[in-house]
């Protein structure tokens, strides 16, 4: 295996001598980014060359090989394999035969980690004359995202004793830290109290294994692929009991272990604890951060020069101590040394979809519509954490120019405490800001929905963070939603689903699945994700009392909705009378406009029905533009749609028609 990555990093080198101007070569020799010309992104694929012959002659995983204490297949998975080779990125530059290569689900930032020097000052820098927005900043995830072991609030916040122990006991033993890799082998820790974990080692590297009878940093013990990753919601809600309630309406749901291990094919030792990036037992890859992960949970060193930086490697304390930046930080939106004497920075060189936009080509997308051959990226059967761009690329709101910052504060990315397990967000624009008649009839809705947000029914938590095809069951809603979806449109429909597996294959838990789009192009929301979802970080949803889901819900049994049949009855009960309604008042006026004009009525009898008509249509034109026929407020929709009938009939009667 060791053949494929030195195999195709030497092959990349060679086509990169052929193929790339003398000039950008020499990218690859200085390493000092900025004094260079953009390396594009063959050249990218080639500057990890050094930093691999490095890993492959020093990383202990190889010692622990050699040895015969690795219980599994070692994968190498580099920059050609994640940026060019990924889900068939070269066939889809086959469609354009003048690109040589494309990387379609991934964006490159402009420096990565192995510039040096850079010209990083970091956030606290521009904290000392922006404090308004180092401010919110630092309590956003985008500060928080990349901990060292020392900074982990949650050994306080849970009570734990290290990051090895049980973050939720009375499940199981699932921890922050995987068994054997104690904090002294790991550089950081990715993530929040939020949704999961993902370290990385003292070389950089992603832990995708666990540590039996032994300890990584004094490597004892074996390294077995998989049981890697902490997943909150498994942990601790999907529990044994919850799992079998599940279990009672979800064909096929797993609730032990060993049924786990059935479906994906995956497996993991300990529930709460998914095996990503890897097979349990069977296979893991080892794969640098500079190949994937720092693409978007970012960090920077203050090395003058990759010597340095070598020389650092393997020690955690001392790549910690020269950590510049990390996480997402001023200079990875503003550029690096933002507008600073001799910084690269100033303007804006890289947008949210950078992190946020994940697409992904395939032959059946392409072959389904010609002109649009992208969805969002999957790693199984939702749509992947870090999609928000790829879906709103196909709404109504992207259409109209709408960005991620239209709504969004760029700095405080998150509003409530970023060490809870939900998300709320500092909107700059709300959603009745601009939907000011949608904003009226949802203020005339129940307390019920209200609690719930436009959020509630628009923006159901959707994504998933994991390759979690065991417990996702898209027909049912769940259970594996972690990130509200930026799709927004509802489909009301009584088959209609929002996710689909490739063509030809069953509905069952599995790969390639991808988000419908309706015929102008759009992608929608179907009723049972809108309503019935169960999704356990879904802060609309615990607002709303669990909304219509079966395992959530505090509302009445018969309010449980277990299938989009059922949804959709209710919603056709709230609609169809104010459409008929709303179709009577349209064809009554419309044949009162065309009477009046032969009308032998008096000037004031015709002022009368006139006056009845206007305020008839005023009506229906509110109604027609709020758009939801009763989904706003079935109460209120209907009493106004009455009100409309009584003058319009009135008015004809007038008319004697
Ligand atoms: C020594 C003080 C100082 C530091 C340090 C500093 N800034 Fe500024 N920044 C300013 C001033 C002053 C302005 C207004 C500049 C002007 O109007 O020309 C500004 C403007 C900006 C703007 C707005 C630009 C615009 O067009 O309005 C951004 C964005 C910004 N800074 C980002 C950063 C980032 C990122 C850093 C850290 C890399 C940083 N700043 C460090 C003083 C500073
Ligand atoms: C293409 C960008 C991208 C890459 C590459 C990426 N992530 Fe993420 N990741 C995100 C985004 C964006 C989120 C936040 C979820 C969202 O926006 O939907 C996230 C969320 C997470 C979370 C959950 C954080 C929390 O607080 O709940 C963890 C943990 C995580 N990623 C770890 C990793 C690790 C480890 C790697 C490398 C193996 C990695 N990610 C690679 C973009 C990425
Ligand atoms: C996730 C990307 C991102 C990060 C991280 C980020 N900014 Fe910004 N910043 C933006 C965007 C986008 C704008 C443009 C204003 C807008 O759209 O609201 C902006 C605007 C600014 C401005 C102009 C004044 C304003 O508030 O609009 C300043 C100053 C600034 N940022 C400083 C900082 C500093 C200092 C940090 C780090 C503490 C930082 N930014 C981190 C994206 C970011
Ligand atoms: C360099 C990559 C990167 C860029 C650029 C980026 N993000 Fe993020 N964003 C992330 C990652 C990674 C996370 C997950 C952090 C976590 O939960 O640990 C995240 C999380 C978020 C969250 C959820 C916060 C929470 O508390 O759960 C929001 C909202 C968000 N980003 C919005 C934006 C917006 C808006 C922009 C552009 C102005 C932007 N991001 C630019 C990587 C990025
Ligand atoms: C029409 C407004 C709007 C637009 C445009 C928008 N968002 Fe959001 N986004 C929201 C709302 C509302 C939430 C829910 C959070 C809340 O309740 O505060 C949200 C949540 C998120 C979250 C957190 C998800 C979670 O549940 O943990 C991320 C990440 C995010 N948005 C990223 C983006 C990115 C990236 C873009 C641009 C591609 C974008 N958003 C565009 C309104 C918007
Ligand atoms: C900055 C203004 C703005 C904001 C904020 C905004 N929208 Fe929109 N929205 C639009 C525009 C413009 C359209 C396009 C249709 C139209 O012109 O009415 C649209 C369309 C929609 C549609 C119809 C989608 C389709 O494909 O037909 C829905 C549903 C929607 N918005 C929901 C929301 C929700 C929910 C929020 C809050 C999270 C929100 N919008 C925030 C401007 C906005
Ligand atoms: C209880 C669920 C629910 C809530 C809460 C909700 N909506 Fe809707 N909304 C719907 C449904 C269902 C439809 C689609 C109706 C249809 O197409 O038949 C819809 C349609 C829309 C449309 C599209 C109208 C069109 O002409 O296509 C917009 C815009 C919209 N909603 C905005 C909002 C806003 C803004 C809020 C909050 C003020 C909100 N919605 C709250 C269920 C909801």
Request: aromatic share 10%.
């Amino acid at each position: 295996m060791m053949k494929k990555i030195v195999g195709s990093a030497l092959s990349a080198l060679v086509a990169a001598a052929m193929l790339v101007p003398s000039g950008a070569m020499a990218n690859t020799d200085a390493k000092n980014i900025s004094d260079t010309p953009p390396r594009d992104l063959l050249e990218n694929v080639v500057y990890e060359k050094d930093y691999w012959e490095f890993l492959l002659e020093n990383h202990p995983i190889f010692q622990y090989e050699k040895e015969g204490r690795v219980v599994g297949k070692i994968h190498l998975s580099d920059r050609q394999e994640e940026f060019i080779d990924f889900r068939d990125a070269d066939k889809y530059a086959e469609r354009h035969p003048e690109l040589e290569r494309a990387a379609v689900t991934y964006r490159l930032g402009k420096e990565t980690f192995l510039d040096f020097p850079n010209k990083y000052v970091g956030p606290k820098t521009c904290g000392e004359c922006h404090p308004a927005q180092y401010e919110k900043w630092t309590r956003s995830r985008h500060a928080n995202t990349v901990r060292f072991p020392d900074e982990m609030i949650e050994i306080e916040k849970f009570g734990l004793k290290d990051l090895n122990s049980p973050m939720f006991p009375e499940v199981g033993p699932a921890s922050i830290l995987p068994e054997g890799v104690d904090a002294k082998s790991v550089y950081a820790i990715i993530g929040t109290p939020r949704t999961k974990y993902g370290f990385l080692d003292s070389y950089l590297v992603r832990g995708t294994y666990h540590v039996r009878d032994g300890l990584l940093s004094e490597g004892t013990g074996t390294i077995v692929a998989g049981t890697n990753q902490f997943s909150r919601g498994w942990a601790e809600s999907i529990t044994p009991e919850v799992a079998k309630k599940i279990a009672e309406y979800v064909d096929g749901f797993p609730t032990t272990i060993d049924d786990f291990n059935a479906i994906g094919g995956r497996g993991s030792n300990v529930w709460g604890v998914t095996s990503y990036g890897s097979n349990n037992e069977e296979k893991l890859m080892f794969q640098p951060a500079s190949s994937y992960c720092e693409v978007c949970h970012t960090m920077k060193f203050n090395f003058a020069s990759s010597e340095e930086f070598f020389d650092a490697l393997g020690d955690a304390k001392k790549l910690q101590e020269a950590t510049i930046a990390r996480g997402i930080s001023c200079e990875e939106c503003h550029g690096a040394g933002g507008h600073m004497v001799d910084g690269n920075g100033g303007g804006m060189p890289s947008n949210c979809e950078r992190c946020h936009q994940r697409f992904v080509w395939n032959e059946a997308a392409q072959e389904a519509d010609e002109r649009n051959p992208f969805n969002s990226y999957f790693k199984s059967a939702c749509p992947s954490c870090g999609t928000e761009g790829s879906q709103m690329y196909f709404s109504a709101h992207y259409e109209k120019g709408m960005r991620c910052s239209t709504c969004h504060d760029p700095h405080e990315v998150t509003k409530n405490d970023w060490t809870s397990d939900v998300t709320y967000t500092n909107q700059k624009k709300a959603c009745k800001d601009c939907h000011e008649v949608q904003g009226e009839f949802f203020a005339n809705s129940g307390k019920g929905h209200q609690a719930g947000g436009c959020r509630g029914c628009h923006m159901p938590n959707m994504g998933s963070c994991e390759n979690f095809a065991e417990i996702q069951f898209p027909d049912q809603g769940g259970f594996d939603n972690v990130r509200a979806s930026h799709i927004w449109n509802i489909k009301v429909d009584k088959d209609a689903k929002t996710l689909n597996p490739p063509e030809g294959a069953p509905r069952t838990p599995g790969k390639g699945w991808t988000i419908a789009r309706d015929d102008e192009n759009r992608g929608y929301l179907d009723l049972m994700w809108s309503c019935g979802r169960t999704a356990f970080a879904d802060a609309s949803l615990l607002d709303g009392n669990g909304c219509h889901s079966p395992v959530q819900s505090k509302l009445p049994k018969s309010l449980h909705f277990k299938n989009q049949e059922e949804v959709y009855g209710k919603v056709v009960k709230w609609q169809s009378p104010v459409k008929e309604g709303y179709q009577h008042v349209r064809d009554t006026v419309k044949k009162i406009d065309r009477a009046i004009g032969k009308s032998k009525l008096s000037n004031s009898e015709k002022a009368q029905v006139l006056g009845l008509a206007r305020k008839a249509r005023e009506i229906a034109d509110k109604v027609e533009k709020d758009g939801a026929w009763g989904a706003h407020g079935a109460r209120y929709t209907q009493g106004l749609i009455n009100e409309a009938v009584i003058y319009a009939d009135e008015a004809a009667a007038l008319m004697k028609l």
